[in-house]
Nanobody, 114 residues
């Protein structure tokens, strides 16, 4: 199983970005997929989750601003991020647990700055 995260970049406060996590080697609809992030000097933290039955979960700091979704035809999970704040600056990673193994994608950097 491989995960490839993309879509990061530089955005001004209040702006939006959509991250993508392309999954290969597994059918995304059969897996729970998470987004995590790691800010400079901080530990990696959970951001959002979409489960096999389409339940969605978010850390409190992003509720109402971020939306996780899945496109089964493209085998891809998205993270739509709106009203971005400087404290959202981090490297974002997608993650899934499949076949008894933790799978992490390479991160994509999101920088929120004016």
């Amino acid at each position: 199983v491989q995960l490839q995260a993309s879509g990061g970049g530089l955005v001004q406060p209040g702006g939006s970005l959509r991250l993508s996590c392309a999954v290969s080697g597994s059918i995304v609809s059969r897996n729970t997929v998470d987004w995590y992030r790691q800010a400079p000097g901080k530990q990696r933290e959970f951001v959002a989750r979409i489960t096999r039955d389409d339940s969605k979960y978010y850390t409190n700091s992003v509720k109402g601003r971020f939306t996780i979704s899945r496109d089964n035809a493209k085998n891809t999970v998205y993270l739509q991020m709106n009203n971005l704040k400087p404290e959202d600056t981090a490297v974002f990673y997608c993650y899934t647990y499949a076949s008894g193994i933790d799978h992490w994608g390479k991160g994509t950097l999101v920088t929120v700055s004016s």
